[in-house]
């Protein structure tokens, strides 16, 4: 049994064989700008947490490798741990930089002079230099302390003799990485460099490494494509600036051009989960018995309905399958699920808890329930032929329904008024219908809703810790 969907596997000789989102589409796009752009260039791919940026940056990088192109990939997160971004750097890139070199006497010294330049760079800091010739970027007053220090005390001759050497240590840097990438005359060898989760590092090392980029690594060859989520990194911005600093337009001034990833084909990949997570084969076992027999696809399209309706992200999407699947298997065979009270509950303790608590563990009508229903899902969704949504209500209903009607509240005479109301459109009283009807037909008795069961499956999962794969 899977208790949790595992990481898309990106493998290098088929990137796509594993693509649960189609994004080869929008890869082989991207690989055709990259192939066809000038460089210096840094590009960022756009998408808030948990829409696959990893593995659209993953995806990339292979398929440019397979095309012959040098890439290189590295993760800023696991990377954060280094005192400056400048040594992770040039420690991930050291390897590829030495297959450039080969054997080339040359661009082999000039490799060398750049990590002793860095060397040197990363002992002192960047000076005062950088920081006030850019005033655009940053401001005089944000000159580290130390440096402060040393210019309130006056421009000593030990402190002018430490700036130049500062300065030529940049200059070399910048000229010994020009050296390597150089091509006799032609155009420099490219190299594309990935740097996956800069929005998930502590937040000085991510602005610390926007800024090496920016001023060290603006270089004819240098391909950067960053993965960020705009609005989070730029909380790390305001950590470091203020929070009235404006931190949109700041990152703007790094990168050249922003590609916002499309939005993820939800169905799709709930599709997938259903088969990562093995709840065919759970659903297969319970097509023997009668009632069961439609439970796998209600289910399926509930979830899609609700999770489309709320717009959630694949990540939130993987959790909430997590929680559905030690569910559905803590349900013995024979038992019933309810598929889309489960999947509706699911996702109402997730997002709206006090009126999921209420209905479910202090009696309450499920009036509030069916208004966040109906704020989640748009008229047109609801009132569809064979709408989810209408199982969704008419099982919240039944599920408090007995012979009198005592904590069903008005939910039930709102739709018989529907029904009675000749000047309503045909697809609303077809809709009311249909709920009095299957609500109706839970009636206490031998045909009721066991939501007693249900409620104790799905409390269960406050006894267990989630946590989802990278996408």
């Known amino acids: 049994m899977e208790f949790k969907s595992h990481k898309v596997i990106v493998e290098s000789e088929n990137p796509f064989k594993h693509d649960r989102l189609n994004r080869k589409p929008h890869v082989d796009n991207f690989t055709n700008l990259l192939e066809n752009i000038s460089s210096p260039l840094v590009l960022s791919v756009n998408a808030p947490w948990g829409q696959g940026k990893t593995t659209f940056l993953e995806m990339l990088h292979a398929q440019l490798q397979n095309n012959d192109h040098n890439s290189i990939y590295f993760s800023a997160w696991e990377t954060d741990f280094a005192s400056d971004p400048l040594q992770a750097f040039l420690g991930e890139i050291n390897e590829k930089i030495k297959a450039l070199t080969s054997d080339d006497e040359e661009k082999n010294k000039a490799w060398e002079t750049t990590k002793k330049a860095g060397a040197h760079i990363l002992r002192k800091g960047i000076p005062a230099l950088i920081k006030v010739g850019t005033a655009g970027i940053l401001d005089a007053d944000k000159i580290i302390e130390d440096e402060s220090s040393k210019l309130m005390k006056g421009l000593t001759k030990d402190f002018l003799e430490e700036y130049t050497k500062n300065k030529e240590a940049i200059a070399k840097f910048k000229s010994g990485i020009s050296q390597v990438l150089s091509n006799e005359g032609e155009t420099p060898t490219r190299l594309f460099i990935f740097i996956d989760e800069l929005d998930r590092c502590r937040p000085t090392y991510a602005i610390e490494l926007l800024e090496r980029i ?237 939501l007693d069961s249900l409620k104790h499956r799905i409390e269960m999962l406050e006894s267990f810790k989630f946590s989802s794969s990278e996408s």
């Open 214 to 450: 920016k001023h060290l690594l603006d270089i004819e060859g240098l391909v950067f494509i960053l993965a960020m989520d705009k609005v989070q990194l730029s909380h790390s911005v305001k950590a470091i600036y203020g929070s009235e600093f404006e931190a949109i337009g700041y990152l703007r001034r790094f990168i050249d051009i922003e590609y916002t990833l499309p939005e993820s084909e939800l169905d799709a990949f709930i599709d997938q989960l259903y088969v990562s997570f093995n709840f065919n084969e759970f659903f297969q076992n319970r097509i023997k018995y009668r009632e069961f027999q439609y439970d796998k696809d209600t289910l399926k399209d509930t979830f899609k309905l609700l999770a489309n309706a709320k717009k959630l992200s694949l990540r939130e999407v993987e959790q909430l399958f997590a929680k559905i699947n030690l569910v559905i298997q803590s349900t013995a065979e024979n038992t019933y699920l309810y598929p889309p009270l489960l999947a509706f509950l699911i996702i109402a303790k997730e997002y709206h808890y006090d009126n999921y608590n209420d209905y479910i563990n202090k009696g309450d009508t499920p009036e509030n329930l069916i208004n966040d229903l109906y704020n989640m899902v748009p008229l047109s969704k609801l009132l569809e032929s064979r709408s989810p949504a209408l199982l969704v209500e008419s099982y919240l209903i039944g599920a408090k329904y007995d012979e009198h009607n005592n904590a069903v509240g008005n939910s039930l005479k709102r739709h018989e008024d529907i029904i009675n109301d000749n000047n309503g459109s045909k697809e609303q009283r077809t809709y009311s219908d249909r709920v009095v009807q299957i609500s109706r037909s839970f009636n206490g008795y031998e045909n009721s809703i066991d």
